[in-house]
């Protein structure tokens, strides 16, 4: 069901019968939140629409640090994929995703993608990583093949590994961060690449902003209109 295009109040029903499964599952699995319900005394049957999450104090990216074996909600052998990443505390936090946590994945991404015009049939390059435990990366990987799209999977960096591979297989999309578009067209422009007559009509940025809080352009986006 595309819940995104439904009634607002039908979109509220949805998310609160999956946040009282949440929940439920978070008491049943979770010694964190089990230890974090016990100490707030929260009655998880009284938390039954998306206003009684105030009720709920924030977890915050020191608890993942500080607490990470306690988050795990399912036995070791359920885990496909392990995500590590490093934090303010320089302890890594380490994300354990099952099979459902990667189709759960796949589902947003390719809904992002959706939103972004990417079709059935486009040709997505990724300048981006899959590997070094980037779950962003693979992420995109998962949207896109469940999209329908088709990949390139070229990493990121190496502007002339880019445009030799823009040349040759003629992809209509590519996702980097927004300041490598700026290396392409000057790679371009030193060796005599035509980039505006090239196949891209669509470039998804990633990890920059590109606009102010007032939404105009701001430096790094002036530069690369």
């Known amino acids: 069901m595309d819940i995104e295009f439904q009634k607002p109040d039908e979109i509220k029903a949805f998310q609160e019968a999956l946040l009282k499964d949440a929940l439920r599952y978070l008491q049943g699995h979770s010694r964190y939140y089990q230890r974090l319900f016990d100490r707030y005394h929260i009655d998880i049957g009284k938390i039954n629409h998306i206003e009684d ?16 074996e ?36 796949a589902y947003n991404e390719k809904k992002s993608f959706a939103c972004a015009g990417v079709q059935p049939g486009d040709i997505v390059q990724l300048m981006t990583t899959l590997d070094k435990r980037f779950m962003a990366g693979l992420a ?18 190496i502007p002339e590994l880019q445009w030799d591979t823009i040349q040759r297989l003629k992809p209509d999309t590519i996702m980097c961060v927004p300041s490598f578009i700026l290396r392409l067209i000057q790679y371009a422009e030193e060796h005599g690449i035509d980039y505006k007559s090239s196949s891209i009509r669509r470039i998804i940025g990633i990890g920059e902003g590109l606009r102010n809080q007032q939404f105009e352009l701001n430096l790094l986006g002036r530069r690369i209109k």
């Open 53 to 68: 999450l105030q009720k709920i104090p924030f977890t915050e990216k020191k608890d993942l640090q500080l607490f990470n």
């Open 140 to 157: 995109y990987f998962l949207g896109i093949r469940e999209l329908g799209a088709s990949i390139i999977r070229v990493g990121n960096g």
């Open 70 to 105: 306690e988050f795990l909600c399912c036995p070791k052998e359920k885990i496909v994929d392990y995500v590590t990443t490093s934090g303010t505390l320089g302890d890594p936090v380490t994300f354990g995703c099952t099979e459902k946590d990667l189709q759960r994945l």
